[in-house]
């Protein structure tokens, strides 16, 4: 059987084009209950990540690599919405190839999403390299683990990892090196500095409850940066699901 070398890619609707990027662990379909609502107003383009969903079998190597192989299957200007992992390689695009980008939108994303002392929030280093191990152990259990800990203190928690599960358990499981790079990416990369240097329109959206992207990271960021952000009071990781009315119609007015 030969490996696919171009990534799966899923188009909806008509209007400005708008590519919309998964996170760590996750696939394309995640994006199933907003695509619905924003296709009525934009082409909606979503990607499966080399090694992700049916994109399982593409390798990918760096940050930089996986943000070209995107690059290669999107459309010549879009609008970039990166949730967690993904908000990074939107964000790698905005600052290297900037005229592909009409305006950036990460959703519970963050320049550095490691923890470093008491001078920046983020995921403990330990829960990091604590997920590598658990990689090995425990495939399917560390994947489900995560899911859990993406809904963890929204009000629909509950909701939230069941779809979250059935979305992305209905599509192959995710590439095990994939998995390890994502990991290693969000353990290593630092944008912190660089965001000073996107010259494309840039809002930045928030999870109140998230304990993986804390909404300390805006009240940080909003010093530094003159950009526009937002935080969905009653979300954790993931207020495209557990906001997702609202949610939608923010993306609209940006």
């Known amino acids: 059987m030969s490996l696919r070398t171009q990534l799966h890619w899923d188009v909806y609707g008509q209007g400005d084009n708008l590519i919309l990027i998964h996170g760590w662990g996750m696939n394309g379909a995640v994006w199933q209950q907003v695509v619905e609502e924003l296709s009525q107003f934009y082409c909606v383009h979503v990607v499966d990540l080399p090694g992700y969903g049916y994109s399982h079998q593409v390798a990918s190597h760096s940050l930089s690599d996986i943000a070209s192989q995107v690059l290669d299957g999107a459309p010549q200007k879009a609008i970039w919405l990166g949730w967690s992992l993904g908000g990074l390689i939107a964000t790698h695009v905005a600052l290297h190839n900037p005229e592909r980008v009409s305006s950036l939108i990460t959703v519970a994303s963050s320049p550095r999403f ?59 499981m995710p590439n095990p090196d994939a998995l390890h790079l994502g990991l290693e990416l969000l353990a290593s990369v630092d944008y912190r500095q660089q965001l000073n240097d996107i010259t494309v329109p840039m809002h930045r959206l928030y999870g109140r409850l998230d304990g993986l992207v804390p909404v300390k990271v805006a009240t940080t960021l909003e010093q530094q940066l003159q950009t526009s952000s937002h935080i969905f009071k009653a979300s954790s990781h993931a207020p495209f699901m557990s906001e997702k009315q609202a949610f939608c119609q923010l993306i609209q007015q940006l």
């Open 114 to 172: 490691s923890a470093e002392g008491r001078t920046w929030r983020g995921i403990a280093p330990k829960v990091l390299s604590d997920f590598t191990q658990q990689l090995a152990d425990d495939f399917q259990g560390t994947i489900e683990r995560f899911m859990a800990l993406q809904a963890m203190g929204s009000p629909s928690a509950r909701q939230d990892v069941k779809h979250l599960k059935s979305v992305v358990l209905s599509r192959p």
